[in-house]
């Protein structure tokens, strides 16, 4: 370095935060003593405006080419204390923070000075640090203005809908033959039990519509690669062996078909045909042959589907385009699926026709559904008069099932029990519910509607087991309030499962290196504060995959979502961290080591048996600086002298 | 006196810092004895430097880092994982004790665990008393 360091430490009180345990006016005094210092104070709120000036105004008097603010956790004000030194012309690098509040003064008690001696070490650390920064400069770089959303529920919905009026072009890649995701299936939402249908088909239609949207269903995202601003996805359209524009939805090919198997879209309450179409909204307007029912193509073993066809819509030759596209966000809404009742050992593990969950409910209220809205009971199409709903099933049961809240099955239960009793008066309905979890905006409202007008028997306690007696089902639960056990001969039961995420969450997850939380829900960057955003930079979530949510909570994170990609996608260009890994090549001894150690390959051997590395791709870990044999690599800014100097300084005299 | 044991943490900037400062902000407390250096990576980690530390007159080295399988850059904390085991080998062989050499892994969200894993690791080097080039005698 051309000339010796000038470094300023700024210690901050924090109120009594810092000065109550450590001894701040003290180690103002004496870092002043320590090499290359020679500015020190101390001061009770740094992040203030006068605290903030102060720093100002020694960096200009005092010629100070390096700052060192002791105060809180550099995830509170790192940013604050750069853009501070930026301003008055120092390089935003060239300022660190010394972690004594977190890290020190509210760890520890007064215990004789103590603290203050390890605050001490701490701040030396720091200066011997950043003695040693070089000035960066942000990396700028162009990015692709298009973004990709994961999932067609009504999370992506929104979320594509939103990119897409802000002028950005979107691609909506939906697995299934169609969007709409679990909100098409359901009857009525709670709490204003308008049609679930009646207020999501517009907004199928409207994406459908939409210039600046690319609707890919029946399609799957096979291979990601790039970063943030420019990630190159490999998207595999699967054949529906139908061509959407010739198919004139007529059916005949459904009618003639020979093959029944289980409806997902009714829950697998009626069978459906190897070609069908999942409903009749269904978004694209199109029929889908389900190779893995139909009788076989390959060699063909029936084609009474193309014979029928007048519309020559059916070509079994098509096969699964691959596309490939490059987008700057990634918008992921892979949503839920419910724990499957068959887990469920003490409610008969599944095998009872009559104990149904709460989405197979939804199908039986559904005037699209099997039973045309009448509650009629699957096993002998009999209108149920005893009718138990029981909530928690799967859920908040650590020992046996998911330790955690599904959120909105008290909601959807009270729903339930109401539109049961609507459409059955003289039926009566049972919820056995450990607590009611009703906050949302006009929730409780409706639950107690539920309990006081709709004569629903609310029963505080969970159901021990039932089983199948006399063409019965047996329900043995406990009624807390009264202490009394109870015995319900139900002829249906409904159980509110467990929300988890959909089986596409872990694929998902590895494409994207996206992290998942212990239940398997995709885990935020910050629990509080980031809600929508992954780790992985330009990629964010919407709806239930990230946790259990509810329409509106969905409708919500959706646009949230929608709102951080584009704000990504409108600026000029996307600045990537300059803290990368540098080569000094005459140290390169070309071995390779450091290329199968970069998780992003970023790193290569180059034609002149170098290493060399990609500034765009690396993410400045340092995996690779740590495992270099000759020490070639360094990561700028916390380099090997860096980092042996700070250790020195931490372990003191 | 009593032998207070000198300890630095190397903590990874994504999990273990910001574990440590949970334990900071739900002021779970611990004895001051180790010095954390904050990483962007366990894998930044040269084992070097765990020597360097023992060299400078450190009692013990902790090396804290995202759970396998949490990493922020995918699988950092598995080289340190093995960078770790391999060392302790050598130390071994060199006649130190591989316990001064603690590698744990500490989320964002384990305030406590990082709070009871300074106090626990404080403890164990207590009893283990001064490191091999420790100036604890004549601190006395």
Not at chain 1, 286 to 310: F, H, M, Q, W
Request: proline share 5%; aromatic share 6%; hydrophobic share 35%.
């Amino acid at each position: 370095m051309a000339s010796k360091p000038r470094i300023g430490v700024f210690i901050c009180h924090c109120g009594e935060n810092i000065a109550g345990t450590v001894d701040v006016s003290g180690l103002a005094e004496e870092i002043i003593e320590y090499d290359d210092v020679t500015f020190s104070t101390d001061y009770e709120y740094m992040c203030s405006d006068p605290g903030q000036n102060k720093i100002k105004e020694a960096v200009e008097e005092e010629d100070l080419t390096g700052v060192v603010v002791a105060a809180c956790s550099p995830s509170m004000h790192e940013e604050t204390f750069r853009n501070v030194v930026e301003d008055v012309g120092l390089n935003r690098y060239q300022c660190e923070i010394a972690n004594i509040r977190e890290q020190c003064s509210w760890v520890h008690g007064e215990d004789g000075g103590r603290p203050t001696e390890k605050a001490l070490k701490i701040i030396k650390s720091t200066v011997e640090k950043v003695k040693r920064n070089l000035p960066m400069e942000t990396v700028e770089r162009e990015h692709s203005d298009k973004c990709l959303v994961i999932g067609g529920g009504v999370a992506g919905i929104q979320a594509a809908l939103d990119v897409a009026e802000a002028g950005n072009e979107v691609i909506l890649v939906e697995k299934e033959p169609t969007i709409g995701g679990h909100m098409a299936q359901l009857s009525e939402t709670f709490p204003t039990l308008d049609c679930s249908q009646c207020i999501l088909t517009p907004k199928m239609v409207e994406l459908n519509q939409h210039p600046n949207i690319e609707l890919m269903a029946y399609s799957e995202v096979r291979n990601v690669s790039g970063y943030v601003g420019n990630y190159e996805v490999q998207i595999e359209r699967k054949p529906t062996y139908v061509d959407p524009d010739a198919c004139n939805l007529c059916g005949d090919c459904e009618d003639v078909c020979p093959v029944e198997v289980r409806d997902e879209f009714n829950q697998g309450l009626t069978a459906r045909k190897a070609i069908n179409i999942p409903f009749s909204q269904a978004i694209p307007s199109s029929y889908t042959l389900d190779t893995d029912a139909c009788l076989g193509l390959n060699p063909l073993r029936c084609s009474e589907c193309a014979d029928a066809c007048d519309a020559d819509a059916i070509d079994f030759d098509e096969s699964s385009e691959f596309v490939e596209e490059e987008f700057g966000a990634i918008i992921v809404a892979t949503g839920y699926d419910l724990y499957p009742k068959e887990k469920m050992g003490e409610y008969g593990y599944g095998e009872y026709e009559d104990v149904i969950d709460g989405l197979q409910f939804e199908r039986l209220l559904s005037a699209t559904g099997p039973t045309g809205g009448e509650v009629r009971r699957p096993s002998d199409g009999k209108v149920p008069e005893n009718v138990v709903f029981v909530q928690c099933s799967g859920s908040r049961d650590p020992e046996n099932h998911n330790s955690y809240c599904s959120k909105i099955c008290c909601m959807y239960t009270a729903k339930h029990a109401k539109l049961y009793k609507e459409n059955v008066p003289d039926g009566n309905a049972y919820v056995f519910y450990i607590d009611i979890r009703a906050g949302g905006k006009d929730y409780e409202e409706f639950i107690q509607e539920v309990r006081e007008e709709d004569r629903v028997l609310y029963l505080k306690g969970k159901v021990s087991r039932l089983k199948e007696i006399d063409g019965k089902l047996r329900v043995w639960g406990l009624d807390e309030i009264s202490g009394e056990r109870v015995e319900i001969d139900a002829d249906l039961v409904v159980l509110a499962q467990s929300i988890v995420p959909s089986e596409a969450a872990e694929e998902t997850s590895r494409d994207l290196n996206l992290n998942l939380g212990p239940n398997g829900f995709y885990k935020e960057a910050h629990p509080k504060l980031r809600p929508v955003e992954s780790l992985t930079g330009g990629v964010f979530f919407a709806g239930a995959g990230q946790g259990p949510k509810d329409i509106p909570d969905s409708v919500s994170q959706g646009s949230g979502a929608a709102a951080k990609a584009i704000e990504l996608l409108a600026k000029p260009t996307i600045s990537h961290d300059p803290q990368v890994v540098e080569i000094d090549e005459d140290l390169c001894s070309g071995c390779g080591l450091c290329v199968g150690q970069c998780p992003y390959d970023a790193l290569e051997v180059n034609a002149r048996g170098v290493a060399e590395v990609n500034e765009i791709l690396c993410e400045g870990c340092g995996t690779c600086a740590s495992g270099c044999p000759t020490n070639a690599l360094s990561l700028k800014n916390l380099t090997d002298e860096q980092l042996t100097e700070m250790i020195k300084a931490s372990l003191g005299d | 006196m009593d032998f207070e044991p000198k300890l630095v943490g190397f903590l990874c900037k994504w999990c273990s810092s910001a574990g440590a400062d949970l334990a900071g902000v739900s002021r779970k407390k611990y004895p001051p004895n180790l010095i954390p250096i904050t990483v962007n990576c366990s894998g930044r980690l040269d084992v070097s430097y765990v020597v360097k530390a023992f060299n400078d007159g450190a009692d013990g080295v902790l090396i804290s880092g995202c759970h396998p399988g949490d990493c922020h850059y995918t699988s950092g904390n598995y080289k340190a994982w093995r960078r770790v085991a391999l060392l302790k080998h050598v130390l071994e062989e060199f006649g130190l004790n591989p316990d001064r050499v603690r590698l744990e892994w500490i989320s964002a969200t384990e305030g406590e665990k990082f709070a009871r894993t300074v106090e626990d690791f404080t403890a164990e080097i207590k009893q283990l008393g001064p490191g091999p080039f420790s100036n604890a005698k004549e601190r006395k």
